[in-house]
């Protein structure tokens, strides 16, 4: 075998078409091999010889893809001091590409004797732990491009790969579970006809299936336990081939791209999956534990952790800045992928203690000319001291905004003194985002996700239900702001199952007639449940998978979702690019008319009405003529005007219609509380009565009622029969 030089960079395994580079960072190692491993997993090693800058490396013109490859770091084994060198470990490459098999819960896989912690133990872990492969870097990509969707138009649609798949009983039972399963046609048809514009997926990058959840029968179903940065997860792959992941990967992004989608990725950078000092060695750990990892100062052999997990990436080091940056380069340059959702970004952003907005890896972010042109969505929290830090993230970022999930589910299970908080929410949260020079847009709304009860479970359980995870119900978030509507869990009363549709309804209709960008939990659209567990990260089952057994119900509010986005499409005073501009800080009377904010009885909101602790009804008038912005194409909109009524109260409330100067003629379009007559028109003055805990909301300026109609005559249907929308759709010719 012959054996050149090579060079230091790239890092990882990069193989040219005719040969593969290896090149691997480690300031603390003596001695390094490379060991490529045939079908037995019999050891060809390589010694790496050439070392520039601490980066070891060599070209091997006979290595090809699907070459299966690991190292052996030799160096100080010192854990008092931070050091954890260990050959006998086969470690992955922190630049492998593909990866190849899972972790055995087995001794070998540990520095420390199980039955002496103090002593050490030298197994060789080859043959229970997982390998690195070389890849085969070309695709035909064809002419696919980035949909570009502007944030103000998104559509964000979680999904988890095998939890949206499994379960369908029109994908194949070989592409369940996988990444083709996931871009199957009837899977990128139900997105499109939703009205989806980016789906966010649930973690991709390999990660480990936790050997503590082994020992209990469950497995890690979540993801966000990851080990390679740069791997598609090997699990959710159909091939037979150690590096068809990657390929089928590819495979799915460039048809989501074909069919106008958007894939933004759920990224774990704030740790690995080796745990703390008693996790196992399976990459960073025995290649340079201290550059790689944050640890206790005054007690190196310990790991500081803000993540809950263990172990949280070293943010000072340069070399772990790198890795970051090389992976989400390579996600978006050769995976095509669209943006990130960052897991727990409180982490990245500690260089010491506290989480410092100006850390260098918003700064590194800032100035690359590729990852800050797509989309940023920090998790703004991490489990660590001063680590909530909803609306503190710097420009170019957008944020999971908590307070919008909690302010809106407290609004609707009756919670008092919400309506200020409410205004802030319903507008884009400019009290979080618009001192740091934001828009709307950085506000990702959310009610549900993938932590926490279903849009189905929060309407039906008070407590969470957790047994399933053999935790003794401890696991999982106590404090869900979640309301039974009188019964806990399943139940056949009418009237509580007529509530609880209600009350879904009106979480959907508030996340989308929000501004700011909505993201809808996969399944929360046909009434998915987990059965009341609000901590599924373990139930790789049929309790977390989606079901896809509709029932009439589950198609009626299918409809009314995808009626609902379509209504905000076809709005955009309902996604306004700028903040509403107005004299109150609470969102009341406003210089220009853009927004007004009403009681029931149509006189102006006061100051004092908003901290009434009993008020839990509110109208909001929206301007669409007087919408002083252009769109993303730079074209003058104007739209109609937009009345919603919100009454959170268990008693029917009356609304009257305010004067002229805001519109001669009104019509329902939207009413979950009672079926609603399109043809009804509404004046000024005139009242109208909203059913307890609904919505409703009027147009100014009309659609076409003649030209709505559904394509499925079972859920025409069904919807003309359920509480609900009455949505006449402009004609094609009009928009």
Known sequence: MQIWPGDAYPLGATFDGTGTNFSIYSSVAESIELCLLDEDDNETVVELREVDGSVWHCYIPAVRPGQRYGYRVYGPYDPSNGLRCDPSKLLLDPYAKAIDGQIHNHQALFSYDFADTSQRKELDSLGHTMVSVVVNPYFDWGRDRPPGHDYSNSIIYEAHVKGMTMRHPDIPEEYRGTYLGMCHPVIVDYLSKLGVTAIELMPCHQFVNDTSLQDKGLSNYWGYNTIGFFAPHNGYT??????GQVHEFKEMVKTFHEADIEVIMDVVYNHTAEGNHMGPTLSFKGIDNPSYYRLVEESPEHYFDTTGTGNSLNMRSPHTLQLIMDSLRYWVTDMHVDG??????????RELHAVDKLSSFFDIIQQDPIISQVKLIAEPWDVGEG????????????????????TVRDFWRGEPAVLSELAYRLT????????????????????????????????????KHNDANREGNNDGETNNRSWNCGVEGETDDPDVVHLRDRQVRNFLTTLLLSQGVPMIAHGDEIGRTQEGNNNTYCQDNEIAWVDWELTKADLALLTFTSNLIAFRKEHPVLRRRRFLSGESTRGGRTSIGEVEWFRPDATLMQDEDWSTGFARSLMVFLNGSEIREPDARGNRIEDDDILITFNASDEPVTFVIPDAAYGDTWRIVLDTGSHGDPDAEQHPGDSFEIAPRAICVLLHELWDPNAFHLEDEEVDDVASTSPGFVPPRRKASDS
């Open 238 to 243: 159909s091939a037979s081939n150690d590096t």
């Open 340 to 349: 990130f959702r960052f897991d727990l970004a409180s982490t990245l952003a």
């Open 387 to 406: 680590g909530y830090n909803v609306g503190e993230f710097p420009q170019l970022w957008s944020e999971w905004n908590g307070k919008y999930r909690d």
């Open 428 to 463: 884009g949260s400019s009290d979080l985002y618009e001192s740091s020079g934001r828009r709307p847009m950085a506000s990702i709304n959310f009610v549900t996700a993938h932590d926490g009860f279903t849009l189905r479970d929060l309407v039906s359980f008070n407590d």
